[in-house]
Nanobody
């Protein structure tokens, strides 16, 4: 019933851009804080960006500040992650997650997760 589906990943050259989308179904995303997370092989899942339910607050990990921007369009039940100036170290599976009460970058605090979309930055 409650599902999140990520899309927009792919292969991109260093310095390139991608826009990831996270579409919610089965629930109204307006009431949920949303975060983007990533996990590379052999590494812990880390928080990348998060946005409050209203869109009034955002936060980004230091590693992506100035390069990534999270936004949302509640009318479309969608959250986006615009990724610019991509680096090879950005390569990972990117997940979106939603939670009604938690706003932050801690992956263990989110209740609902998408299946992930692969982002590969390579020349």
């Amino acid at each position: 019933q409650l599902q999140l589906v990520e899309s927009g990943g792919g292969l991109v050259q260093p310095g390139g851009s991608l826009r990831l989308s996270c579409v919610a179904s089965g629930f109204t995303l307006d009431y949920y804080h949303v975060g983007w997370f990533r996990q590379a092989p052999g590494k812990e899942r880390e928080g990348v960006s998060c946005i409050s339910s209203s869109g009034g607050s955002t936060n980004h990990a230091d590693s992506v500040k100035g390069r990534f921007t999270i936004s949302r369009d509640n009318a479309k039940n969608t959250v986006y992650l615009q990724m610019n100036s991509l680096k090879p170290e950005d390569t990972a599976i990117y997940y979106c997650a939603a939670d009604k009460t938690y706003y932050g970058l801690g992956p263990r605090r989110y209740d609902y997760w998408g299946q992930g979309t692969q982002v590969t930055v390579s020349s």
